[in-house]
T-cell receptor, first 113, second 113 residues
């Protein structure tokens, strides 16, 4: 079983739609959670961090459920420019000051006119 | 703006050749990472470094080595390239290993013939 699992999609939605992506992780010791965005043939870039209380950044809302080991990303009023692959990321720590990010394989979103 | 640069965007090598991939960051980050990204597998960590001359194995270090002689530079070395090392290689850096954003370079598409 992969440590971070995502539905690869693709999700094809019309402009203006609301779309939600889910992600599950297997390591209950994971401490930090993120969504990264990767455009076609580009490098990943941080979209937002995910906090237990949930957080919102404009049209994007991220939620974390530690009990179920589940992370979500909601995009409202989808734009053509939202078309990308969304990577769910959790941390795995080695010591108090070192660790690494574990990436899901990504969920592809295509927003159509 | 953080800038992470990689020595080549595209590289073609022959089986058995020694390959050097270079990564330079300009933000005085402590931590640097090398990933490879393959369809269906997502990003997988090869090696990382949390200080000059320090290195840690990631999830798939076999067939690779790394060098970090200066803080800003992290090199990935394929001692004897093989066809199964054909991939997209991404370098990243961050100030803190886990909690801070990782900034990625544009990637090197390596083809081993």
């Amino acid at each position: 079983r992969k440590e971070v699992e995502q539905d690869p999609g693709p999700f094809n939605v019309p402009e203006g739609a609301t779309v939600a992506f889910n992600c599950t992780y297997s390591n209950s010791a994971s401490q930090s959670f993120f969504w990264y965005r990767q455009d076609c043939r580009k490098e990943p870039k941080l979209l937002m961090s995910v906090y237990s209380s949930g957080n919102e950044d404009g049209r994007f809302t991220a939620q974390l459920n530690r009990a179920s080991q589940y992370i979500s990303l909601l995009i409202r009023d989808s734009k053509l420019s939202d078309s990308a692959t969304y990577l769910c990321v959790v941390t795995r720590s080695y010591s108090s000051n070192t660790g690494k990010l574990i990436f899901g394989q990504g969920t592809t979103l295509q927003v159509k006119p | 703006d953080v800038k992470v640069t990689q020595s080549s965007r595209y590289l073609v090598k022959r089986t058995g050749e020694k390959v050097f991939l270079e990564c330079v960051q300009d933000m005085d980050h402590e931590n640097m990472f090398w990933y490879r990204q393959d369809p269906g597998l997502g990003l997988r960590l090869i090696y990382f470094s949390y200080d000059v001359k320090m290195k840690e194995k990631g999830d798939i270090p076999e067939g690779y080595s790394v060098s970090r002689e200066k803080k800003e530079r992290f090199s990935l070395i394929l001692e004897s390239a093989s066809t199964n090392q054909t991939s997209m290689y991404l370098c990243a850096s961050s100030f803190m290993a886990m909690r801070d954003t990782q900034y990625f370079g544009p990637g090197t598409r390596l083809t081993v013939l």
